[in-house]
């Protein structure tokens, strides 16, 4: 059973960063995509950014050029880094995970079975 354990999460002012982290385990075989997906209360859950074991990266329009999506392989851990922080950024961050590359439509969460249990992002203005 896949596990997955995000940390990193707090508080900042806007303008500010923070780096998430995702910790997987319990797979055998090397995971083809994980990804980074968030939800505002009263909101849907949307996804930010992923990527895949063919080095493709995706990222939401919101949050291009601000959020950097990365892996390391060695440490089974997945990372986004999240600059240039704004008051829309404020949410629950959850990583997933799904067996095969998912090249259609890697933002959906939808089509990812293995999630974590989230961790908070709030930005004060």
């Known amino acids: 059973q896949v596990q997955l354990v995000e940390s990193g999460g707090g508080s900042v002012q806007a303008g500010g960063s923070l780096r998430l982290s995702c910790t997987a385990s319990?797979?055998?075989?090397?995971?083809?995509?994980m990804g980074w997906f968030r939800q505002a209360p009263g909101k849907e859950r949307e996804g930010v950014a992923a990527?895949?074991?063919?080095?493709?990266?995706t990222y939401a329009d919101s949050v291009k050029g601000r959020f950097t999506i990365s892996q390391d392989n060695a440490r089974n851990t997945l990372y986004l880094q999240m600059n240039s922080l704004n008051a829309e950024d404020t949410a629950m961050y959850y990583c997933?995970?799904?067996?095969?590359?998912?090249?259609?439509?890697?933002?959906?969460?939808?089509?990812?079975?293995?999630w974590g249990h989230g961790t908070q992002a709030t930005v004060s203005s």
């Open positions: 997933a995970a799904a067996p095969v590359p998912i090249a259609s439509i890697p933002l959906s969460p939808h089509v990812y079975p293995y």
């Open positions: 319990g797979y055998r075989y090397k995971l083809g995509s």
């Open positions: 990527t895949d074991v063919n080095g493709r990266k």
